[in-house]
C-alpha cells in the first residue's frame, strides 16, 4: 500500500507540542457536570453612535446575563436574565426583556402548569447615560420604531389569580422615553410603528360580551400630537398593517364578517390623516381584481418610497368545505396524481403555505382605486426593488416545469417583467436555472445560468441583454463542486450607487462589471487567486437589520474603502482587507490570523466594529475596534475552562493511494505526551479543514461526535476532507479516510489497534460503508445512516415531502445516473448488500420521526447485523427527528457515546445497556448505564 505522508508543518506542530505538554499542570477531564454553565455570547450590539455595546452572556441552561459597556470596557451597567433587548434609535436607551428565573420556569414546568400560569417576562428600561433602570412586570412583547428614539411600546398582561374567570386583559402603553408619561389602551391585541416614530396603530379587541364593539377597531395614534383616532370600527381581524415613510399614509387589509362565517371576506383600507376613517380602496368587486378572486389577508402590504404604489395581494376565492357532511361517514384519503406539480406528501407539508398563497397587486392611493394585477398562478413570483418606484416588477415562473425537481435540484424559470402601469408582461429569458436578480433601482436585471455558467444582465430600458464574463480565463461556477450537477455561483457582493456596475464574486476575487458589458475589472487585483484568499464583500447594512426589505442586493459606496472578508485556503486563518474598487490595486491586508469572527456589526454612525473571535482554545469573546487591528476586549466567556484538560487543532497533509493531496485536522489533548499510545477516533462528513480555526464547546451533541469533550477525555480526533468521484462516493471515503488513518497508525503515539469512527447522516452513511470495506476500525458509531440506497432512491423526504431522487442523480450521494440506468452502482455504494463483511461493533441512531432519512433505514442495517449475529445496537430516541433536538436526548446520547468508545477503544468495562441491553418493560425506568 502507498502510505501517505505528513506535511513538515505537522511534524513542527508535533515537536512544539511535545516540548510544551512536560510545563502543563495536571488538568482533569470534561465531565457530563459541566455542559449546562459553558457559556455563549449569544447576542450583541453596538449603538447606532457607537457610543455603547451590549452583550449577553448565556449558558447552555439556566440564567443569562446582559451587560452594558463602552467600547473601552467601561461597565455602565448589567442586567440579570437579560434578553431580547435593542438600543433606541438615539442611543439614549437600552429596552430588554427580564426572563424568569430558569428555577422558577422548570417548577411551572413540573407542576405542568397552563400557559396563562407559567411565570411572565419583566421589561428593563435603562437610562444610558445615567445608568437608572426601570421594570416593569408581566410583560407580552415591546417594540421601538426603526428611526426615531422618542418612544417605546409595549403590552402588560394583568396577573391572573387563582379564581379569576375572567381573562387578563392586555394593555398597551405608549411610553415617552425622555419624560416617562405614558398612555394606556386596554384590549389590544396588535400594534406598529411608523418607521419615522410619529405614529403608532393598534387594534383593540371588543369588551366581553359585548356582540355591537362599538370601541373594538383600528386606532391611529399621533404620537407628536397625542391624539388617538379610531379609523376603523368593528369586530374583525385587522392585518398587514403598514405605514409609507413619512408616516402621512396607512394601509391594511380587513374582514369585519361575523366570527362563524365559513369564508373571510378582506377588503383593502386606506387612511391619511386628512379623513375622518379609513376607506375600502379595493374589495372582490373592484375594478381590476379578476372575476373570482379576493384581498388576501396574508398577502404583504407595503407602499413603495415615495408613498405613490401601494402593493398588497390577491388571491382566488377558495373553496368552502361543506360542514353539513357527516366526517365518519365520508373517506380521508389522499390522491397522488403523475400529472401534479408536486407529490402529494410535498403538497400536504406546504399545505397551510399554499392556502395562503397571495399574488402580488398595485394600486395607486393618491390617484384613485385603480388596481393593476402584476401577478397569478401562471407568473406567481413577483420582486420589488427596495424603494419599489420603478416602472417595473421582476417575475419569474417555473409552471409547467415543477415536475422535474423530483430528480434534480432547482427548477427552470421563464423571465418577465411586469408593468405596474398597466401590468404588461415582457418575456426576458426563458429555461433559466440559476439564480436571479434585480438591480437597486430596478434597470437591469441580472441572472446566473448553472446550464452554461455564465453572468447575464439584461438592460430594462433598451431591452438589450449581454454576457458580462465573456473572455475571461476564471469560472464563476464552484471550482470545487464534485456532485452530478451543473455548478451554482459564489453570488454578488453588491451594486454601486444608480446601478453604475455590479460587483460579482468567482472563487477569490471580487469582479465589477458595467451593466452594459462595456468594461470590467478585478477590485481585488488577481490577489485573491494569487495568494488563494477569498475575499467578500461584507453588508453591515444587513447586519443591523436597517435595510427596508431583506433579499435586495446591497448598494455598496465604492468611493469610500471596502472593508473585506478574507479566507485563507492554505493556512485557514481569517482576516479583513480593505480596497479601493476603483483603482484595480490589491487589497491591503488590516489584520489576518489563526481565528475565526462571528457577530459582526457596525455602528451607523461612528462606523466602529464590534466582533466575536474565537479559536479551538479560545472561546468566542467579544471584541469592539475601530479598524479590526486595535481592538479591546469585552468579554471574557467561560473561565473554567483553564481547569479543564483541553486541546489543540492542527492540520495535516498527506496523499492517497491514487495519489491526491489530502487534508484535516488532527485534533489532541492539552496534555498530549508522543510517548503515549492514543486511541483514535475519526469524524467526518464531507470537508471540514475550513473549520480549523473553530471553537467546539462541550455542548451534549445532537448526534456527532462532541470533538472538545472525546480530545480532553484522552482521545485523538481525526477530522479529514473528503473529495468524491462521481459514482463511487463509498469508494472515494475509503480513498481519504482510510489512507489518513493508515497514516496515522504509523505515529508512534497512535494505538493502532484502537481505532474509532463516527458520523452522522452523510456521515452516518461512510461510516456504514467503511466497516463493509475494512476490519481496521475497533468500534463504529453511525447516526441516521442510508444502507440501501436502491430503496431509499424512490421514498420521500418527509420533512419536506419531496422525493429522494435528486439527492441520488444530483447531489450529495453522487451516483449521477437513475437506478434504471445504472443499478450496479447503487448496490456497490448500499451498505446492506455487504454487511456479512462487517467485523466492528457499531451503535446506530436512527429515530422515528426522522424526516430527512427513513428511519427505517437504520432498522435494515441492524435486523441485517443482528441475523448476522453481529455486534450491534440501535437507539430510536422516540419522538425525534434527524438530529436531536430536546436537551434531555442530547445528554443521554453524549454519555452513550463515551460509555461506548471507551469500552472498545479503552477497554473500560462495558455499561449494561451494552452488555445487555434494555428491555421494554424497564423503559422509563432503568437507562441501563
Partial sequence: MNI??????????????????????????????????????SSSALSDDGHFVYYIVSPQEGDGQLFITTPDNRPIGRIDRGADAAFSHDGKFLIALIKPLFSETREAKIKKKKP??????????????????????????????????????YVTETE?????????????????????????????????????????AFTRKAKEKDSVGADAGLYYYDLLAEAPKHISRGKGEYKQITFDESAKQLAFVADKSPVKSLRKTYNLYYYTAAQDSAIIIAHPDTHGVPQGWHISGEGS?????????????????????????????????????????????????????????????????????KIVPLADEQLPDTRLTEDADNTFVLATTDVGRRIETQWQTGAFQDIYLVSTIDGTRTPIAENIRGSISFSPTGNYVLWFDRSDSNWYCHDVRSGNTVQLNTDLPVSFADEDSDVPDAPNNYGIAGWSAEDAEVLIYDKYDIWAFRPDGSERWLVTGGFGRNEQLTFRYHDFAAQTGRRFRRG????????????????????????WYTVNARNKRAPKAIVM???????VKRAQQSGIYSYTKENYTSPPDLYVSPDFAKETQLSSINPQ??????????????????????????????????????????????????????????????????????????????????????????????????????????????NGDKLGIQGQSWGGYQVAHLITRTTMYAAAWAGAPVVNMTSAYGGIRWDSGMNRQFQYERTQSRIGATLWEKPE?????????????????????????????????????????????????????????????????????????????????????????????VPATLKGIDWGF
Fill in 301 to 369: 402590504v407595503r407602499f413603495s418610497k415615495s408613498g405613490d404604489k401601494l402593493f398588497f395581494g390577491i388571491a382566488p376565492i377558495p373553496p368552502v368545505k361543506d360542514t353539513t357532511l357527516v366526517e365518519f361517514e365520508h373517506a380521508k384519503v389522499d390522491i397522488w396524481h403523475w400529472k401534479d406539480d408536486y407529490l402529494q406528501p410535498q403538497q400536504l407539508v406546504n399545505l397551510r403555505r399554499t392556502q395562503n398563497q397571495s399574488y402580488l397587486a398595485v394600486t395607486y392611493p393618491k390617484q384613485g382605486r
Fill in 593 to 599: 490570523g489563526p481565528y475565526r469572527y462571528g457577530q
Fill in 160 to 200: 391572573r389569580t387563582a379564581n379569576d374567570t375572567i381573562k387578563p386583559s392586555p394593555i398597551l402603553h405608549v411610553r415617552h422615553l425622555h419624560t416617562g408619561t405614558e398612555m394606556m389602551f386596554d384590549r389590544v391585541d396588535a400594534y406598529h410603528f411608523a418607521d419615522s416614530g410619529t405614529a403608532l
Fill in 641 to 750: 475552562q483553564q481547569h479543564y484538560n483541553w486541546g489543540t487543532a492542527e492540520l495535516i497533509q498527506w496523499t492517497t493511494p491514487n495519489g491526491h493531496a489530502a487534508q484535516g485536522i488532527i485534533y489532541k489533548p492539552e496534555d498530549f505526551n508522543p510517548n503515549k499510545k492514543y486511541p483514535v477516533i475519526a469524524y467526518f462528513y464531507e470537508r471540514l479543514s475550513d473549520g480549523l480555526h473553530s471553537y467546539i464547546p462541550p455542548a451534549p451533541t445532537p448526534s456527532r461526535l462532541n470533538i472538545s469533550f472525546f480530545v480532553s477525555n484522552g482521545y485523538v480526533v481525526f477530522a479529514p476532507d473528503i473529495h468524491y468521484e462521481i459514482g463511487y462516493p463509498g469508494r472515494s471515503a475509503e480513498e481519504y479516510v482510510n489512507s489518513g488513518m493508515e497514516t496515522l497508525k504509523q505515529q508512534p503515539w497512535v
Fill in 4 to 41: 501517505p505522508h505528513f506535511s513538515s508543518r505537522f511534524f513542527l506542530a508535533l515537536l512544539f507540542t511535545a516540548a510544551a505538554h512536560v510545563s502543563l499542570g495536571q488538568k482533569k477531564p470534561l465531565d457530563h457536570s459541566v455542559y449546562d454553565s459553558w457559556q455563549s455570547i
Fill in 552 to 575: 435586495t442586493p446591497p448598494v455598496i459606496d465604492t468611493k469610500t474603502p471596502l472593508i473585506l472578508s478574507a479566507f485563507h485556503h492554505v493556512t485557514k486563518e481569517n482576516g
Fill in 825 to 917: 452502482l447503487y448496490i456497490e455504494n448500499s451498505p446492506l448488500f455487504h454487511l456479512p463483511k462487517v467485523n466492528t461493533p457499531v451503535v446506530i441512531m436512527s429515530n422515528d420521526q426522522d424526516g430527512a432519512v427513513p428511519w427505517y433505514q437504520g432498522i435494515e442495517m441492524f435486523t441485517a447485523l443482528r441475523r448476522l449475529q453481529k455486534p450491534v445496537w440501535l437507539l430510536n430516541y422516540n419522538g425525534e427527528a434527524h438530529n436531536l433536538i430536546q436537551r434531555q436526548n442530547r445528554k443521554d446520547i453524549q454519555r452513550r457515546q463515551l460509555e461506548f468508545f471507551d469500552h472498545f477503544l479503552k477497554d473500560k468495562p462495558a455499561p449494561r445497556w451494552i452488555d445487555k441491553g
Fill in 116 to 153: 396563562e400560569e407559567m411565570p411572565k417576562d419583566s421589561l428593563a428600561i435603562f437610562a444610558l447615560e445615567t445608568s437608572d433602570v426601570v421594570k416593569i412586570p408581566h410583560i407580552k412583547s415591546y417594540k421601538l420604531p426603526e428611526k426615531a428614539g422618542g418612544y417605546l411600546a
